[in-house]
């Protein structure tokens, strides 16, 4: 609007000797746009002759393949990470199968296969099949007794959705049932393979209680590590061979492979379950078989320790102890390590200019690895210098606040917040903020230039 006043209050401004002349170049230009609309015109006979001549007379609007493929390297819709988020051919997978079924009781067959030519059909989603993961969690449908609880999964969810972000990981967060009989422990088994099969594209499906939260957000899992295992718990094993321990693993964070190995392994797994008629049955065997299972109940933890002594040669081959890091803490030993341990990456920093660096989320993990050579003698889990990759809260039941009587709810949420603060300002130094105190999660201060020179 206001160049088109400004455009007028000039034209009028202008000498009467330029009017003769504009009416020179009217009249040319009227006789210009003639000569121009009687090319049009033979242009206009010759195309619609073609049209009625050629077989295809629609005129192709695709985008050339080249933009396409700019496109697609700029993020257009329709495009995430490289992937074609709009292609779907019409070739037959297994989603076009009647029998095919996402819940447990349904054995999955040739599922190996049936990936694979999915894979073949999605060629985008091919590169980097092996190393993808898909995070699963969840928590129960209705509001939790606790009157913080609600707030404090709402907090460890945004923990674990930075994490995957971070790292470019999808995250799957359930709140129903997906088998209406396998409640509890039991909830998650039927969630993950519900998951393997909406998500064949994801090589390793994980598992991550809603109580646990990822206390290092630049440590990635070590996939290497496991390439010739398909499962991947916590634990250790002179506690489930030796003590046959019902504590010797825990099952609340879990890895697994998207394969049929795994598919076999959770339909045996879940027949311990309470959707089976052998329920009370299993709960008898299991207390009776492990040395310190205090509860009748069967659960998924005890069923897997009996599964890895009953029947190791038919799984335990395939099934990591991982030992040698947090893959999950428990809390106690933990939280109030972790002042000491931000003193430790600060003093780090201090001394490596480049640590101090801002840079952009997306490139953290390249600063993870700069750190690695000073952390190399700081050692991994009970008494170690680093940072603890998972705090698991077991034990503290922030949902119902139904906690473990060897401890006060208070020194649970006390330690839920310190953990959420410490994991939650290696996300807000990106942004330009911290948490000056671990136990006040609403206050944050502002970075200075080259923090902490």
Not at 257 to 273: H, P, T
Not at 352 to 378: I, N, Q, S
Not at 401 to 422: D, I, K, P, V
Request: hydrophobic share 35%.
């Amino acid at each position: 609007m206001a160049s088109t006043e400004l455009a007028q209050s000039q034209s009028s401004q202008q000498p009467m000797a330029k009017q003769a002349a504009r009416g020179k170049a009217v009249s040319f230009l009227s006789d210009g746009l003639l000569f121009s609309g009687g090319i049009l015109l033979a242009l206009l006979t010759v195309w619609a002759f073609w049209s009625f001549t050629s077989p295809n007379p629609s005129p192709d609007f695709a985008v050339p393949r080249k933009q396409h493929q700019k496109a697609a390297a700029q993020g257009c819709a329709g495009v995430a990470q490289g992937f074609n988020l709009r292609h779907d051919p019409p070739d037959p997978t297994f989603y076009d199968d009647p029998e095919l079924s996402y819940t447990m009781g349904h054995p999955m067959t040739n599922w190996d296969e049936r990936r694979r030519e999915w894979l073949k059909h999605h060629p985008s989603f091919a590169a980097g099949a092996g190393e993808r993961i898909l995070l699963v969690t969840g928590s129960q449908p209705t509001p939790c007794k606790n009157p913080i609880g609600d707030h404090l999964l709402l907090r460890l969810f945004k923990n674990k959705v930075d994490y995957c972000r971070i790292h470019g990981y999808d995250i799957f967060y359930n709140t129903v049932l997906l088998h209406p009989k396998m409640f509890t422990y039991w909830a998650k088994i039927p969630a993950v393979r519900a998951a393997m099969v909406a998500h064949p594209e994801a090589e390793w499906i994980w598992w991550v209680d809603s109580d646990a939260a990822i206390t290092d957000m630049d440590f990635k899992l070590p996939l290497d590590r496991y390439r010739n295992h398909n499962l991947v718990v916590h634990g250790w094993n002179r506690l489930i061979y030796e003590e046959k321990s019902w504590v010797s693993i825990n099952a609340g964070v879990f890895l697994i492979r998207n394969c049929q190995w795994s598919m076999d392994f959770m339909e045996v797994w879940a027949s311990m379950g309470p959707q089976t008629a052998n329920y009370e049955n299993w709960g008898q065997i299991l207390r009776s078989t492990l040395s310190n299972k205090l509860f009748p109940e069967s659960d998924d933890q005890s069923g897997l320790v009996y599964l890895l002594l009953k029947e190791r040669e038919k799984w335990g081959n395939k099934i990591y102890i991982e030992e040698q890091f947090y893959f999950e803490g428990y809390w106690l030993e933990i939280v109030g390590t972790l002042a000491n341990i931000t003193d430790k990456y600060i003093g780090i920093e201090k001394g490596v200019r480049r640590l101090r660096r801002r840079h952009a989320e997306k490139v953290c993990e390249g600063y993870a690895e700069l750190r690695e050579p000073w952390l190399k003698d700081a050692g991994y889990g009970r008494w170690s210098s680093r940072r603890p990759f998972i705090t698991h809260f077991t034990g503290c039941q922030p949902c119902s606040g139904n906690h473990n009587q060897n401890y006060s709810g208070e020194t649970c949420w006390n330690g839920m917040q310190r953990a959420l603060n410490f994991a939650d300002n290696q996300v807000l130094r990106n942004y330009g903020f911290v948490h000056p105190d671990l136990l006040d999660s609403s206050t944050v201060e502002p970075l200075p230039f080259d923090f902490p020179a």
